[in-house]
């Protein structure tokens, strides 16, 4: 049966891996790579009470500005940022009252809660982290368990790769 995660993991596969490498930018730069991105994100994030949506890669500005006007298109409006640590969040102006969604191409271990360090540094909260891939497997949903935040990952590394 199709369903967008899996039509994002044949996107992906067929566009964006080559050896061992996945390009996760290439997948938001592309007009059907960001439908499919915007179809399996839409729905696992329906739910949640953010105000703002951003991350620390690349990536997570093409997958921002994905969730953006995803939400916009449903009347929700929501701040997009760009993580640069250890400088400064580039973006949108943010208080403690705003709730965060972090969003990242590739999850591979622990590196999310140095993401999460920083942004409550910063005052901020983060609500939840989406990662288009996991790679972890099950370090950073135990980490994001530990800390109270909801860890929605999208695809598996073997979802994705041969």
């Given at each position: 049966?199709?369903?967008p995660?899996n039509?994002?993991?044949?996107?992906?596969?067929?566009?964006?891996v080559r050896g061992?490498?996945?390009?996760?930018?290439k997948?938001?730069?592309?007009p059907v790579g960001?439908?499919?991105?915007?179809?399996a994100i839409?729905p696992?994030?329906?739910n949640?009470?953010?105000?703002?949506?951003?991350?620390?890669?690349r990536?997570?500005i093409?997958?921002?500005?994905?969730?953006?006007f995803?939400?916009?298109?449903?009347?929700?409006?929501?701040k997009v940022?760009w993580?640069?640590y250890?400088e400064?969040i580039?973006?949108?102006t943010?208080?403690?009252d705003?709730r965060?969604?972090l969003v990242?191409?590739?999850?591979l271990d622990g590196k999310?809660?140095d993401?999460?360090k920083?942004?409550?540094?910063s005052?901020l909260?983060?609500?939840?982290?989406?990662a288009?891939?996991?790679?972890?497997e099950?370090v950073?949903?135990?980490l994001?368990?530990?800390?109270?935040v909801?860890?929605i990952?999208?695809?598996?590394d073997?979802?994705v790769?041969?």
């Open positions: 049966m199709a369903t995660n039509e994002l993991a044949a996107y992906i596969r067929d566009n964006a061992s490498e996945i390009n996760i930018g997948v938001t730069c592309e960001m439908h499919w991105l915007s179809m839409m696992r994030i329906a949640l009470n953010i105000t703002a949506v951003g991350g620390a890669s990536s997570a093409g997958l921002s500005y994905i969730v953006h995803a939400r916009k298109n449903t009347g929700r409006d929501t940022f993580c640069r250890p400064a580039i973006g949108a943010m208080s403690g705003d965060l969604l990242e191409d590739i999850v999310i809660a993401v999460l920083n942004v409550a540094d005052g909260r983060v609500e939840a982290v989406l288009v891939i996991d790679k972890s099950g950073a949903a135990q994001l368990d530990r800390a109270g909801t860890y990952p999208l695809l598996r073997s979802d790769t041969p």
